[in-house]
């Protein structure tokens, strides 16, 4: 900004508003963690191909339902033996067994086969353990193998080209490298040995869930920005037309509202979702789930934007740009919206939230996202059932995903409320949304 | 307040109307029905399933003479003709091949005349599907005088169905409401009592956990609590030998089975109520009558809980009727996750198998629910403070 102050002042320039706002909310600690997870969050979404060691849909029927890497890993322990004919009737002995959780052992470590210290980290192989039972049923039991340790390798090259980044499928960048996985030539040979990088696990069809998490999170989030965009559009748009022209439009515009505020907000997606066709293609299925999500959001935001623009078309200069003989489209769009700005800036951060949940809720229920796409409700949909979360339980380590997002988006709209509140500096407690 | 009320009543029945209409035309937009799985089952008798269908009202069966006034009309490119052969059902011919009648194969037979569809089962018999707005409308003249119809699945009238499972949805809700209002009244009043202590922070993050964890994730965590710790049963009401106990045994296994989801579906509203509290017993602290109140020399205790404390939270308890309606569409997934048989998972259940009249009764009872909750809200808060004009 250049100066235009006389030379006496000392004083700094005069901040504009947005530059008063951006003041206030740094102040915000809270606030601006939010703004930085959320920024951590789109952008490792966004470069999740590099990221994630794998490609979004590598199923391996060899690592199904195996655990976090990061946490520590699975044990093979002898737990009875039992006897049995071999094909020659001759009795012998069979070992069963049974696998052990144990906590920040193994996993993802810093040692070589040897047991020296290194700095790269290491992953032992898995081992497909074969237990018998007493009945002559076998089992397979995937553990680790600990004599044995694999090294991490960092930018390895993948055989398949995959997306390096893309904005939720659009833009796509294409390359073959990943930020780390576990280089071909290291993967020790062995019949039963299967080595992957599994950081937070693997899900029921083998895939590793940290590739799925940020393949679903280009999803996830995308749509909670895609969807407030176009609810706002809608809803400054009848909400621009209803408070400024009242009369008619404003009476059946309202009514509008009122009636999508009627129906319970899950049920009205529901059926809205249950009038489209299921046979979509993932792209058609995107804009199907944005699309219902903004018809059902823009009402509530639209009502509020009526009631900002009934009380600022009254107000001064707005009178007086109508007596300048401002036509209806330009009063509304440079002198009344502009001013609703930070209110709307305010509440769309704030509704982010609900519609990345109302994907969640949607792909859960099984009705949005399908296989083999990922999104976060998506991979939640894995863990129904009791027994499936009571053997897996990192499975739900999606909804933690999905948790912060929501957390990071609530920090941040209740900064910038706070910021944009005026009130917020004299020390007046603010007034809590319903 | 008498014409408030009266004017927010009397917009009741043009909503219902809308509603209906609304859900009606968005069910019938989607592709199939209930019965086109079980038509596409060679296992299942094609009379015995269209003439289902003609009992739910989805065809009607076309007579003899109707069929015959038809004469030839051309569907998907072919010229179809009814001739009598004197059997009891006309012969149907397609570009002169026999398609129902003697020397047929037997399949369902769909076809089209101008806008109205027609199918015809293995007998020959010809029924008109029933067009959207005819449709509803003979459903609207029934549920005017008090019959919403019959579920497809359960073949049982709509209402009983969803008076039980209602009943199921109101006491978890209530649960939740209960629980919200206990640990979120208190824990808000405390920490504004006592601001930027230990406890008004914690209280703060507790608040922002509560307002942001999913409901999805928090019940997902609240099975895996229930799997290792064994404390609590997973899903359903009550146990399997609930017949078995005495009265307060009874009492006892159903709120054992209430308790976990009762708190995942009352944590959002728990973090929400303790943050209002929060600010409203801080703006009433602030205000002159609590500064006269202590210049008096009033005690401590007695200004916060007679004089604040009363002005904090009467608006608080009034704001029950959006809770409970906004808890009764929250409750959708927790009854699904934690396996609860209430109205949500009826709902969900319902749109999955396409029991129309089942997702539209269902519908329009939550909607209604939904609308009086929020009127009551108002017409308390109105009463409890003489400050809120409405008009």
């Not at chain 1, 992957?196 to 995308?222: K, N």
């Not at chain 2, 009249?357 to 808060?381: K, Q, R």
Request: contains cysteine; aromatic residues 12%; hydrophobic residues 45%.
């Amino acid at each position: 900004m250049t100066d235009t102050q006389s030379p006496q002042s000392k004083l700094p320039p005069p901040r504009g508003p947005w530059e008063m706002l951006w003041h206030r909310l740094r102040k915000n600690k809270l606030a601006m963690s939010g703004a930085a997870i959320l920024l951590v969050l789109y952008l490792i979404s966004c470069f999740g191909g590099f990221i994630g060691p794998y490609g979004s849909n590598e199923i391996n029927k060899y690592t199904v339902k195996y655990g976090p890497m990061l946490l520590g890993g699975y044990v093979i322990e002898k737990i009875a033996e039992v006897i049995d004919q071999d094909e020659n009737f001759e009795e012998i002995i069979r070992d069963t067994y049974s696998r052990k959780w144990e906590w920040f052992e193994g996993g993802v470590h810093f040692h070589d086969t040897a047991g020296n210290f290194t700095l790269r980290p290491h992953v032992h192989p898995l081992r497909e353990y074969v237990s018998w039972d007493a009945y002559g049923e076998t089992e397979y039991i995937l553990a680790e193998d600990r004599s044995i340790s694999v090294p991490v390798s960092f930018f390895i090259e993948a055989s398949e080209p995959h997306e390096i980044f893309s904005l939720c499928g659009f833009f796509p960048i294409h390359g073959k490298t990943h930020l780390m996985g576990i280089a071909a030539e290291d993967h020790p040979t062995g019949k039963d040995l299967h080595t992957g990088l599994f950081l937070l696990g693997t899900d029921i069809l083998g895939r590793d869930l940290w590739t799925r998490i940020l393949y679903g999170g280009q999803i996830s989030l995308s749509v909670g920005l895609i969807g407030i965009f176009i609810s706002i559009s809608i809803g400054l748009v009848i909400g621009g037309i209803a408070g400024y022209f009242g009369g008619l439009a404003d009476f059946w515009l309202m009514r509008l509202v009122e009636l999508l505020l009627a129906i319970p907000g899950l049920y009205l997606i529901l059926t809205l979702r249950y009038a489209i066709p299921d046979e979509l293609s993932p792209r058609q299925t995107y804009m199907m789930i944005v699309a219902i999500l903004a018809i059902v959001g823009w009402a509530s935001i639209g009502r509020m934007i009526r009631g900002m623009v009934l009380s600022l078309r009254e107000s001064e200069y707005a009178l007086a740009a109508r007596a300048l003989g401002g036509s209806s489209a330009r009063v509304i769009m440079r002198h009344l919206l502009p001013n609703t700005a930070s209110i709307v800036i305010v509440t769309a951060t704030l509704y982010v939230p609900y519609y990345i949940l109302g994907e969640v809720a949607l792909s859960f229920l099984g009705f949005g996202i399908t296989e083999p796409d990922s999104s976060w409700g998506l991979l939640l949909k894995d863990c129904q059932g009791s027994e499936v979360l009571k053997y897996n339980p990192w499975l739900v380590t999606p909804g933690l995903f999905i948790f912060l997002a929501v957390l990071a988006y609530n920090f941040l709209g209740d900064g910038l409320r706070d910021a944009a509140d005026p009130r917020a500096f004299l020390g007046v407690s603010r007034k809590e949304k319903s | 307040m008498l014409t408030f009320t009266l004017r927010r009543l009397l917009s009741i029945p043009p909503l219902v109307l809308v509603v209906s209409l609304l859900t009606f035309l968005l069910l019938k937009a989607a592709p199939g029905d209930f019965y086109s799985q079980q038509e596409a089952d060679p296992a299942r008798s094609l009379t015995e399933v269209l003439r289902q269908k003609e009992s739910s009202g989805l065809l009607v069966r076309l007579s003899q003479t109707q069929l015959e006034e038809f004469g030839e009309f051309r569907d998907d490119g072919s010229m179809w003709s009814f001739r009598d052969d004197g059997e009891k059902v006309p012969t149907i011919l397609r570009d002169g091949i026999v398609v129902r009648g003697r020397s047929a194969s037997r399949s369902l037979l769909n076809f089209q005349i101008e806008s109205t569809k027609y199918q015809c089962d293995d007998e020959g018999v010809v029924y008109r599907k029933v067009g959207p707005i005819e449709s509803f409308f003979s459903w609207f003249s029934n549920a005017a005088s008090g019959d919403f119809g019959r579920s497809y699945k359960f073949n049982r009238p709509v209402f009983g169905i969803i008076a039980e499972r209602l009943w199921n949805t109101l006491i978890l809700s209530i649960a939740a409401l209960l629980i919200a209002y206990g640990l979120g009244i208190p824990l808000g009043i405390f920490a504004a009592v006592k601001p930027n202590s230990l406890v008004d922070h914690s209280a703060g993050i507790l608040a922002f956990i509560g307002l942001s964890i999913p409901t999805v994730f928090s019940a997902l965590l609240a099975v895996l609590f229930a799997t290792y710790t064994g404390w609590f049963p997973i899903g359903d009401m009550r146990s399997l030998d609930y017949d078995l106990f005495g009265f307060w045994g009874k009492i006892g296994d159903r709120l054992h089975h209430l308790f976990l989801p009762a708190i995942v579906l009352g944590t959002a509203a728990m973090a929400g109520y303790m943050r209002q509290a929060r600010g409203n017993m801080i703006e009433a602290l602030g205000q002159d009558y609590v500064r006269t109140a202590r210049a008096k020399g009033v005690s401590h205790n007695s200004v916060l809980f007679k004089h604040a404390f009363r002005n904090a939270v009467n608006p608080l308890v009034t704001l029950f009727g959006y809770s409970l309606a906004s808890l009764l569409s929250g409750s959708l997934l927790v009854e699904i996750v934690m396996n609860w048989p209430g109205l949500g998972r009826l709902v969900f259940e319902a749109i999955s198998a396409k029991d129309e009249p089942l997702v539209l009764a269902s519908v329009l009872i939550s909607t209604l629910l939904l609308v009086f909750g929020n009127l009551v809200a108002d017409l308390l808060l109105a009463l409890v403070d003489p400050r809120v004009r409405l008009s």
